[in-house]
């Protein structure tokens, strides 16, 4: 019984003993843990007062992503302006060199020194209309600068490709102080310019909108391509 005593009585001695261990080993590391502490902040608030202008940034991953993703938007817009601004170049460099300069071929029949035939002068002008032959002819000397077009018609008659030309009343002065040759190579030179030119088959002059006649001939309806004889 005395031997059972003891034994019960050095157990609650050992475990005392080693309580008073663990509170002991418990209580230093806490005190370490807190002047570590102390430490830390001490050096934080000394360092603070070092650079008083120094702040400590904090990364934000969201900020960064969100900042990139702008970054990619914005590089890519202005990538497609300079794509968009490169494109419209490039058109109007297209369109500029596909236009062609609007000049035609013009046929002008001159009647010859010898009052044979004609010469044909194969002359550029800067757009093919019924005015700009007959300012040929006028320059030419074919006739007088006082003829004018009254009116120009491109039109069709019984399937073929014809033309109705009226002008001036003074045309047909003109014709009339002729004689027959003269009358025959200037009415040729003013039916063979308009069909070469134009590729018609067939044209009718009129003067005033009526028929033109001379002391020589009536030209009534069409005439095609005219020869000296």
């Given amino acids: 019984m005395k031997h059972r005593k003891s034994c019960i009585a050095i157990l609650l001695c050992a475990v005392m003993i080693f309580g008073t261990a663990g509170c002991s080993n418990t209580q230093d590391t806490d005190a370490k843990t807190q002047t570590e502490s102390k430490e830390e902040q ?17 990364e934000d991953p969201q900020t960064d992503k969100k900042e990139n993703a702008e970054t990619k938007e914005e590089t890519g817009t202005q990538d497609g302006e300079k794509e968009a601004v490169k494109s419209d170049a490039d058109v109007q460099e297209s369109q500029e060199e596909s236009v ?33 032959l007959i300012g040929q002819l006028v320059g030419a000397g074919v006739l007088t600068d006082s003829i004018t077009v009254q009116n120009f018609e491109e039109t069709e008659e019984e399937g073929q490709y014809v033309l109705k030309l009226d002008l001036s009343s ?60």
Avoid: C
């Fill in 42 to 58: 001490k050096d934080t608030e000394q360092e603070k007062k070092e650079n008083p202008d120094k702040e400590v940034k904090k």
């Fill in 100 to 132: 062609p300069v609007q000049t035609g071929q013009a046929f002008i029949y001159v009647p010859d020194e010898n009052a044979e035939g004609w010469d044909v002068n194969q002359v550029e002008i800067p757009q093919v209309s019924a005015d700009a």
């Fill in 170 to 229: 003074n045309f047909k002065d003109s014709i009339r102080s002729m004689g027959t040759a003269g009358e025959i190579l200037t009415i040729g030179a003013v039916v063979n310019s308009f069909l070469d030119t134009y590729q018609a088959e067939a044209i009718q002059i009129t003067v005033d909108g009526s028929t033109l006649e001379t002391g020589h001939e009536v030209y009534e309806g069409f005439m095609t391509h005219m020869d000296y004889q």
